[in-house]
């Protein structure tokens, strides 16, 4: 008689369970689409869950929480960055005036001063330190303007070819004077992409003169079909961990003393401000920089 009250019993349990996975999968799907916003927008609204559900409200609560933590982290490292970038700039415009002046009287007093070898050997030495402080600051000051525009570089149709030939023209009398004699391949194909052409060339200035300082006599430079450059050289001062550091801005090692540590770091915010990826490798003691722009 009562047969047919245990299939339904168990057919009313299975709608019941399809519907409380219904609404769980409804309010995780929410859940889900408020974080997203969360991470979007500067927003300080509590996640609100319509949901009944003890452990997906205990849920809702644990993750705004960690959102709060998470904004406040956030604004901390935004503000010490803003921070950081006006010192740079400040620093770089108080440094600039006294240097100008110093330049100044250096070539009064190479013009007055007696001549004698001694003489000239203290001012040359002067000039060195005065003009390696000079390239530093504005070193500096161009890394701050960098950081500090927030609009996209305006961009052209640009020929990778091109660009990287006069790169490496401009900086072929450097190269042979420190015995590198570079190894250049580049596509016939000509590769042309949507970028900053002034930009482009100062990312491969800074790479080059990065190869300057950590060469050990060689350089390869090649660009193929695909628009993907490379630039390797043998660097047995460097370290996996060095190279791992090398965009980080102010990172110098003993081989490169005499840097400011921005040069790559300069490069890596223009590539990707231009849209592009560049990347750093070391195996068996050769450094290969990697760099790629998408059609």
């Avoid at 030939?165 to 004699?181: C, D, H, K, R, W």
Wanted: glycine share 4%.
């Amino acid at each position: 008689m009562f047969s047919w009250l245990l299939p339904l019993a168990l057919a009313l349990l299975l709608l019941a369970l399809l519907l409380k996975l219904h609404l769980l999968r409804r309010d995780l799907d929410a859940l889900a689409a408020q974080l997203a916003q969360r991470m979007d927008q500067d927003s300080n609204n509590p996640l609100f869950l319509p949901s009944r559900d003890p452990a997906l409200r205990r849920l809702a609560v644990v993750l705004d929480r960690q959102l709060r933590q998470l904004r406040q982290t956030r604004l901390r490292y935004e503000n010490g960055d803003r921070e950081l970038k006006a010192a740079i700039t400040n620093i770089s415009h108080d440094l600039r005036t006294p240097l100008t002046a110093i330049c100044g009287y250096l070539e009064l007093l190479e013009a007055e001063t007696a001549d004698s070898a001694a003489t000239r050997r203290y001012l040359s030495t002067i000039r060195n330190r005065t003009q390696a402080m000079t390239d530093l600051t504005e070193e500096l000051f161009r890394y701050s303007v960098i950081l500090s525009t927030q609009e996209d570089l305006p961009r052209a149709q640009v020929c990778l070819n091109d660009v990287l030939e006069e790169s490496l023209v401009s900086f072929y009398p450097a190269l042979t004077q420190a015995g590198i004699t570079p190894q250049v391949q580049l596509t016939q194909q000509r590769v042309l992409r949507q970028l900053n052409r002034e930009a482009l060339s100062r990312v491969y200035g800074n790479i080059l003169s990065n190869a300057l300082k950590y060469s050990a006599g060689d350089l390869r430079v090649t660009l193929s079909d695909s628009g993907a450059i490379t630039f390797s050289n043998a660097a047995p001062a460097l370290d996996e961990v060095q190279v791992g550091r090398l965009f980080d801005r102010f990172f110098t090692v003993e081989a490169a003393r005499h840097s400011s540590g921005l040069g790559l770091s300069i490069s890596k915010t223009l590539v990707e401000k231009m849209g592009g990826q560049i990347t750093a490798a070391y195996e068996k003691q050769v450094l290969s920089i990697h760099v790629a722009f998408d059609p």
